[in-house]
């Protein structure tokens, strides 16, 4: 029997405001427990949310962004449960009418092809806090408790574990490209939840789904889909009935593990949010964050394709992060030379990047910085591999290319004159091998081009070697 | 002194304290003392006399000049619903017992910076889920008018509070009737405002849509002003409406006094609702305040509110949903009472909750998740809500053709302590008369009438459009020049 599998992620982001959804209180990562509480967001009684603007207009830019309706009523609803992270004993969210509806994303298959991914909606939500468990007692950390977050859910249309997590990628992509999230996956504000179940190939009818909650990395979530497919398969293949959980992803392991068994759907007893008025998003609001977005990943990594002469794959990494693809076209517009931009950025900045864990935002070489040096490169002053010594040098010590060249003289000999007289000291001290030469042992020029380099103590221009050589050595030649 | 304190109204002892004839130290020391004599009808939960007398003690040294609030150095009191901060909140119950408030309600606030001296917290019903006042972890309110008889919930210290001269004002909520009714039973006013008009922030919530704070007092004046003080905008509950504070004691003054003749408005009365279950005595008072009415030159209709009659069963699907979720937050992990016998998280909440609320909350808890519980939401919550829109329908045709529409606030006057105990139904059939204006959202003003043979005394209660007080302060205001021996009666031999 083939199976089909079929996933959908319901993926949490932390909006970046400065304050909670409902209170002021700050909303900073890592503070010491219960520092960033106020009566209103530790659930004192009497309190009374009051919603956060600038949360709301995060929220609008992130429906938008992923080509959502915004609808212009939306309702907060209660969501009761008891936990102990859990203030009010309610989760102040939407239920029925979200703040936006029916969006999609584009994402890529490793193949190449193209497919959009559903949104079924998008919501607004306040954070719960934190149980922090010791041996004996269990403490609470409410700092987190009233951040606010989006609830963006996808319509059930993943089928593998790597378009889930190309598509929780695009979603992180797309949210820092507008600034509502950090994105911070280690600190938990942008998480995800998957729903996944499996079914005859062919068949209509949804299988009974698992729901692994939080993953909060695209590894993990491919890793624990990976071993539930392999297992659900196993077990349908076996005969036997899955049974609807809520599982959690033991990373030691690489597998599964249930947390409870739901029996139907858990019951929260869902009501409209009495100390809210509705949530009316004007025409103004939507058509202001309209403008406010800029321009998308898919957007750009299009025209840097077309203005760029790029490939669709160079395109795609330099487009991956705003920063980048800001980098990226300051470089260009001082260098003039597209190509040669995108493969320094692709080798020697990412690994430079990669090496020393930071982001492009705080990469030590401006653009004007690494274009003195790619300038250089391009115009013969120095050749590849002295420009990777001094993009080195540059890091090492923050100085600027030309004083690096300078200081230590590695600009290239460009004068033909120069470059001739050191050939024909060579040539001269090289009888056999210009003799083998003429006999057609072409491949000793190698040697002799070494030699040349080698008196020049690298820096003659090789190209300029080789046309003086080829004229020299080449047919014809009366040497 | 005493007496002419008792009697007096605010603007009279803004006179006095203007005048010197008395300090607010002293004025305060009358109310404590009155308070310290009176501790057996169990008015007041905590009474705050050191923070008072300091308080009266700044005032005094401060001064008051005549351009001062009228409000300043005057003792009022609070339901104990509405936090103090520093000062504990009990709500009437055992899981708040010692639960001190971090901060002001936005009511207390707002008679704090017009310099009223808080006297300190009344009794109440636990979480204002109640109509006697019985259902208080601290016992029950004593009428007194007579000890016997229960002193009306929810409000009912601040009403026996207001009543026996123990504050000069008071301010209670008012979710299903719980300052009108207790006003009825002790011969005072009180005005539940209409939704949204007065802050609901720092007041403890036990039905978030139903539930506004509403002043009680002796007469007009001291409501009107008592009401201002409180009433407008407040950026800290959305669900305020976004007008101002209320200038209703200045109407009265200005555009009242002394025009009265020119007044005229028409009253509707919903005669199909006091067909059966009122009382002859409640029916004929009545009957009195029509006549004191159409003396005045008031016009009267009979109006029909078709779905009135589905009030109480809307009332108790909605309010103990609401309440269900608003008391999630008591669960013994963060603040108030913390049962000691658990061995797991979930022993933690249910022996907290178990012996931290009283049987009326537990009750409505219980009433409240089931109604919201999946399967049961549509038939209970969702169409309490869409009977609840027709019951507004239903007032908004009848104030097509009347300004006002007026009823007895309970169908009897105040009933015996433990009468009504063991049946809530029957209990809750006292509300049947206020809770209609809370479904609505309308204001509702309960005003005295008399009393029985018996000595007890009657209320009535004008209910108006939305935001349109100052018509039930207008008519209450002509009531009071025509019958002014229904009102500023204090309950003291």
Redesign the interface.
Same mark, same amino acid.
Do not use: A, C, E, Q
């Given at each position: 029997m083939k199976y089909e599998t079929v996933i959908g992620l319901e993926i949490h982001a932390q909006l970046s405001t400065r304050s909670k959804m409902f209170c002021t209180c700050a909303t900073s990562f890592g503070e010491k427990p219960n520092l960033n509480i106020c009566?209103v967001c $530790?659930?004192?009684?009497?309190?009374?949310?009051?919603?956060n603007k600038l949360a709301v207009e995060y929220a609008v830019k992130t429906a938008l962004a992923l080509n959502c309706k915004v609808n212009h009523k939306s309702v907060f609803a209660?969501k009761?449960y008891?936990y102990?992270d859990l203030?009010?004993?309610?989760q102040i969210s939407q239920y029925d009418e979200p703040l936006a509806v029916n969006g999609w994303v584009e994402i890529v298959l490793s193949d190449g092809s193209k497919k959009k991914i559903g949104v079924t909606r998008v919501h607004m939500e306040e954070d719960a806090g934190k149980n922090i468990h010791n041996d004996k007692t $269990?403490l609470?950390d409410l700092n987190r408790a009233g951040v606010p977050l989006v609830e963006i859910v996808s319509e059930p249309d993943l089928r593998t574990p790597e378009e889930a997590s190309q598509y929780f990628k695009k979603l992180k992509t797309i949210l820092e490209y507008i600034e509502v999230c950090d994105c911070n996956m280690e600190e938990g504000n942008l998480r995800c939840d998957a729903n996944i179940s499996l079914r005859e190939q062919g068949a209509k009818k949804m299988g009974t789904k698992v729901e692994i909650k939080n993953l909060n990395s695209f590894r993990f979530l491919e890793k624990a889909l990976s071993y539930e497919v392999q297992h659900q398969e196993k077990a349908l293949s076996t005969g036997e009935k899955i049974i609807q959980e809520t599982k959690l992803f033991d990373t030691t392991s690489n597998t599964t593990k249930s947390m409870r068994q739901k029996e139907?759907?858990d019951?929260y007893?869902?009501?409209p949010e009495?100390?809210?008025?509705p949530l009316l998003v004007v025409d103004a609001l939507i058509k202001k964050n309209k403008e406010l977005l800029p321009e998308l990943p898919d957007a750009k990594r299009e025209r840097f394709i077309s203005q760029y002469g790029l490939s669709f794959y160079d395109g795609d990494i330099l487009t991956s992060y705003k920063d980048l693809a800001d980098y990226y076209e300051e470089l260009c517009k001082l260098v003039k030379d597209p190509k040669l931009c995108s493969n320094w950025m692709q080798t020697e900045v990412l690994r430079s990047l990669n090496e020393n864990k930071i982001e492009i935002k705080d990469f030590s070489l401006t653009p004007p910085m690494l274009s003195e040096l790619l300038v250089m490169l391009k115009g013969g002053v120095i050749n590849q591999s002295t420009a990777k010594d001094v993009f080195n040098e540059m890091l090492s010590t923050k100085k600027s290319a030309k004083t690096i060249v300078d200081k230590k003289g590695l600009s290239q000999i460009q004068d033909e004159g120069a470059i001739e007289k050191i050939v024909d000291e060579v040539l001269a001290g090289a009888e056999g091998q210009v003799k083998q030469y003429k006999e057609g042992k072409t491949n000793v020029m190698g040697f002799i081009v070494g030699q040349v380099m080698k008196k020049s103590n690298g820096k003659a221009n090789p190209s300029i070697v080789n046309k003086i050589l080829k004229k020299k050595l080449g047919e014809g030649s009366d040497l | 002194m005493i007496v002419d304190v008792l009697r007096s109204s605010i603007p009279d002892i803004a006179k006095m304290l203007r005048g010197k004839k008395i300090s607010c130290r002293e004025l305060t020391n009358v109310f404590l003392k009155r308070i310290k004599d009176s501790t057996k009808l169990n008015a007041f939960i905590t009474v705050m006399e050191k923070e008072s007398v300091s308080r009266s003690e700044a005032i005094d040294k401060e001064g008051i000049k005549n351009s001062d609030d009228i409000l300043k150095g005057v003792p009022v009191s609070l339901k104990d619903i509405f936090l103090v901060e520093g000062v504990r909140n009990t709500c009437a119950s055992k899981i708040l017992e010692n639960y001190v408030a971090p901060y002001d309600a936005t009511v207390t606030k707002r008679l704090k910076d017009r310099g009223a001296v808080v006297l300190g917290k009344t009794n109440m019903d636990e979480f204002a889920m109640g109509s006697s006042n019985e259902n208080s972890f601290f016992g029950p309110v004593l009428n007194p008018w007579d000890n016997k008889k229960v002193a009306g919930g929810s409000s009912g210290g601040s009403a026996v509070a207001v009543s026996a001269g123990l504050s000069q004002i008071s301010f209670g909520t008012d979710t299903g009737g719980s300052v009108r009714l207790p006003a009825s039973y002790n011969g005072i006013l009180a005005l539940r405002p209409t939704y949204g008009r007065v802050s609901r922030y720092g007041m403890v919530a036990f039905s978030s849509s139903l539930d506004q704070a509403g002043p009680m007092a002796r007469n007009v004046d001291d409501l009107a002003i008592a009401y201002d003080a409180v009433s407008g905008v407040d950026h800290k509950d959305s669900t305020t409406s976004k007008k101002g504070p209320s200038n209703v004691y200045e109407h009265l003054i200005k555009n009242m006094a002394g025009k009265e003749k020119t007044f005229s408005r028409c009253i509707g009365i919903p005669r199909h609702l006091i067909e059966k279950g009122v009382d002859p005595e409640v029916a004929s008072s009545m009957d009195e305040v029509i006549a004191a009415l159409k003396k005045l030159g008031f016009k009267f209709k009979d109006i029909e509110l078709p779905h009135a009659k589905y009030a109480l069963d809307v009332y108790y699907i909605i309010s103990p949903a609401e309440a269900s979720s608003n008391l999630s937050r008591f669960d013994g992990v963060r603040y108030g009472y913390r049962s000691k016998g658990y061995k797991d998280l979930d022993g933690l909440y249910k022996s907290s909750r178990r012996e931290g609320f009283g049987d009326e909350v537990k009750r409505r808890i219980m009433l409240g998740t089931f109604v919201l519980s999946a399967g049961y939401y549509d038939a209970y919550f969702a169409k309490a809500a869409r009977v609840r829109t027709l019951i507004k329908q239903d007032f908004e045709k009848a104030y097509e053709g009347c300004d006002v529409i007026l009823l007895p606030t309970a169908p009897t006057t105040a009933f015996k302590i433990g009468e009504k105990t063991d049946d809530p139904l029957t209990m809750y059939l006292n509300d049947i008369f206020t809770i209609p204006a809370n479904l609505a959202s309308l204001p509702s003003l309960a005003f005295p009438s008399g009393q029985n043979k018996a000595g007890m005394p009657i209320g009535m209660q004008l209910t108006g459009r939305h935001f349109d007080e100052e018509t039930l302060f207008s008519v209450a205001w002509m009531l009071q020049k025509e019958r002014p021996e229904w009102f500023n009666r204090v309950s003291v031999k």
């Open positions: 009566p $530790s659930g004192h009684p009497g309190v009374l949310p009051t919603l209660r009761n008891f102990p203030p009010k004993g309610y $269990s609470v139907g759907s019951d007893r869902y009501f009495p100390d809210l008025i | -």
